[in-house]
């Protein structure tokens, strides 16, 4: 949904811009210039003519025939282009045949352990919608994950609350354990079961050794994450293994083999020095968690399966489990590389029962051990602004921002600070544009938790777009979010005001060599987490066409989105207000509002573009209910851990950009991602 942001590139031309202090006093310009600075061209409108609403139509019209045939559930994009390499979710992978094998493991919501592991889904050459890199295809499947587990953790809220609200009423023992069964407790394993059921967990065959897409270092912030593409097939289990039944698809081996072992310090037997690993095998021990052996181990199922990784010089992929408070399940899971098995025997083991140990040991040629790097890189965020390395700003905001916002510069010699804006935290409106009048808002009182009596949740499709948890998360995104606003009975606690909280993780903005300046977070940041809005100057799309050199204008562009209009993506969801413009209208000006942060704006006018992004933009309406002066929040696309960079699909078309004299302006991307366009536009 965006447009003219700050592009990421090296310079195109000469021009010197004007420069302005860091935070929010102006200083006088100078004529210095430093690398990577943002100079491409404003992009211009683009004039949709009757023969491109033609020709848009008969490409869009089967491909809208396929999303109807398609069963259950709906997929949501997370980008605004509708471009094939590009598109954000997995409607690309989908389920032929699904084994299924007599489970031996605890048996929990519904979801058998072996039954998951053992869920084949076939060729990803069967993809309806282009090719996709792996590593899109890995990051959709788990975005999808996420969109579903978000679902069940509102349904468990409801059902606590519902619990609240039931308590003083009198209830038999025999409805206390009904309810009591019926508890959806683990939302992951729901969430896990609906996308094999459904067929959209991506796993194209049980593989031997890596797995495209999951490169060493690849955190894991749940065992189910790993099930939904393929890369350890066990919510529970410890050890992945090829069984028996799969030696028409493996002749090659003798099977059971092992793929994948957790390392996770789940046995009092396990030793860990990280190139070295003596890993004991499974069975036997306590599930309660205290690590004891309460029987003898066997020779068979995963056991069996390493052994023969040892005599069929087969690796293994190791995955490692870290305490974390970031984990919805108290750990983080981290791909460390392939081992190889290189000894195995039994032993009586520390509680008396007989264990097997393998040792394994780290295959040359791989990227250093990952694992001992993650403890380097959160060990590197600092506890204050004071110890940051290159520091040339203490705070951009210049104290507006409830978190200071830290800038530092490693590249220039000398280092400069970012320039040529000063800080706002609100929007301004232009004097030439009309504020619509405000909304009724709902009668609710203290917080919104009521979605059939709440006016604001009516106008969300009857339910609220945000959970609780981790401060408000977004379930997924929506063609608009309505949320409450200020003739609203609630408070500023209510959840359906999630995104007007301000800044909730520590950001800093740092230069780097070829995309000029950018943002990452010292903070862990949860997928649905609004993350900052777009400000700047509320204007009239006319009133900026004509300064070209302004990189900085974002279009609101809700209502295209939409409609679908323009290349853009169609984002599906109900949207309950009658005042809304026929969407069946392909009729289109262009936006008719913008926002302007070329000289006046906050943090995310430094935020770069990705054409693989983990970040989306979201539009918002609290105050009004006007789409085409919407608020533009940018939210999380998944889990980001601390120092990643922050960056969001600017959406230019290619050959959309226009330059003074009327030609196709070009611009290289630099974002790195593996599916990479190489041009912004």
């Known amino acids: 949904m965006v447009m003219v942001v700050d592009s990421i590139k090296s310079t195109e031309n000469g021009d010197e811009p004007t420069i302005k202090g860091c935070g929010r006093v102006d200083t006088p310009a100078t004529k210095t210039r430093t690398p990577g600075t943002r100079t491409s061209a404003r992009i211009q409108k683009i004039k949709i003519t009757k023969e491109d609403i033609i020709r848009r139509k008969k490409e869009e019209e089967p491909l809208a025939a396929k999303e109807e045939e398609k069963p259950v559930i709906k997929k949501r994009k997370y980008t605004k282009r509708k471009d094939v390499s590009g598109n954000a979710l997995t409607d690309s992978v989908r389920d032929e045949s699904i084994r299924n094998v007599a489970p031996d493991a605890k048996q929990e919501e519904g979801v058998k352990a072996d039954e998951i592991g053992e869920a084949v889904i076939c060729s990803a050459s069967k993809r309806q919608i282009g090719e996709k890199s792996a590593y899109s295809m890995v990051t959709d499947t788990i975005r999808d994950f996420y969109k579903h587990f978000l679902y069940f953790v509102q349904e468990e809220e409801k059902r606590c609350k519902k619990d609240e609200d039931d308590k003083k009423k009198p209830k038999s023992k025999k409805q206390d354990a009904v309810e009591e069964r019926s508890k959806a407790k683990r939302p992951d394993l729901k969430a896990l079961t609906r996308m094999i059921n459904s067929g959209s967990i991506f796993k194209p065959q049980r593989r031997i050794g890596s797995v495209p897409g999951v490169d060493v270092g690849h955190q894991f912030f749940s065992r189910c994450e790993m099930v939904t593409v393929g890369f350890h097939n066990h919510w529970l289990n410890g050890i992945d293994y090829i069984g028996a039944s799969s030696q028409a698809v493996y002749p090659e081996y003798i099977l059971p083999i092992t793929v994948a072992i957790v390392l996770s310090g789940q046995y009092e037997d396990d030793l860990d020095n990280s190139e070295d690993v003596v890993y004991t095998g499974q069975g036997g021990n306590n599930l309660l968690g205290d690590k004891r052996q309460i029987s003898d181990q066997v020779m068979k199922r995963g056991n069996l399966g390493l052994k023969n990784c040892m005599e069929q010089d087969v690796p293994v992929r190791v995955i490692r489990g870290h305490q974390s408070r970031t984990s919805y399940v108290g750990k983080v899971y981290t791909y460390d ?19 097997y140990k393998f040792r394994l040991k780290r295959m040359e040629g791989q990227p250093s051990l990952v694992t001992e790097q993650v403890h380097f890189a959160r ?33 220039d010699d000398p280092p400069v600070p970012p320039t040529g804006c000063t800080y706002i935290k609100s929007l301004q409106i232009a004097k030439n544009v009309l504020v619509p009048s405000s909304a009724s808002g709902c009668n609710c009182k203290g917080s919104c938790t009521d979605q059939r009596s709440c006016a604001c949740a009516r106008l969300n499709g009857s339910d609220f777009p945000y959970v609780h948890r981790d401060g408000g998360r977004l379930i997924e995104p929506k063609a608009v ?196 366009r190489q041009r912004l536009f």
């Open 337 to 355: 590389g392939l081992y190889k098995v290189v000894k195995y025997w039994a032993e009586k083991g520390v509680s008396g029962f007989t264990v």
């Open 379 to 411: 060990g590197r965020i600092p506890n204050n602004v004071s110890e940051l390395r290159g520091l040339v700003c203490q705070d951009i905001s210049g104290g507006l921002e409830n978190i200071p916002i830290p800038a530092t510069n490693l590249v």
């Open 481 to 676: 979010v309505f949320e409450c606003g200020p003739n609203c009975g609630c408070g500023s606690g209510c959840i359906n005001r999630t995104s007007q909280r301000g800044l909730r993780y520590r950001l800093e903005v740092f230069k780097t060599p070829k995309k000029g300046w950018a943002v990452r977070s010292w903070d862990f940041i949860p997928s649905g987490a609004p993350v900052c809005e777009y400000i700047g100057v509320l204007k009239k799309t006319d009133d900026v066409d004509s300064n070209p050199e302004n990189n900085y204008i974002f279009d609101i562009d809700c209502l295209q989105t939409m409609k679908g209009i323009g290349g853009r993506e169609r984002r599906v969801g109900e949207v309950a207000m009658s005042s809304l413009p026929d969407q069946n209208d392909d009729k289109d000006v262009g936006p008719e509002f913008c926002i302007d942060a070329g000289t006046i704006g906050n943090v995310a006018r430094y935020i770069n573009h990705s054409c693989q992004p983990n970040l989306f933009v979201q539009c918002v309406l609290s105050a009004h209910h006007d789409i085409t002066q919407a608020r533009v929040i940018l939210f999380a696309a998944d889990n980001i851990p601390p120092l990643k960079e922050l960056t969001y699909d600017y959406g230019y078309e290619i050959d959309s950009v226009h330059g003074p004299d009327g030609k196709i302006k070009q611009l290289a991307c630099y974002c790195g991602a593996p599916d990479c």
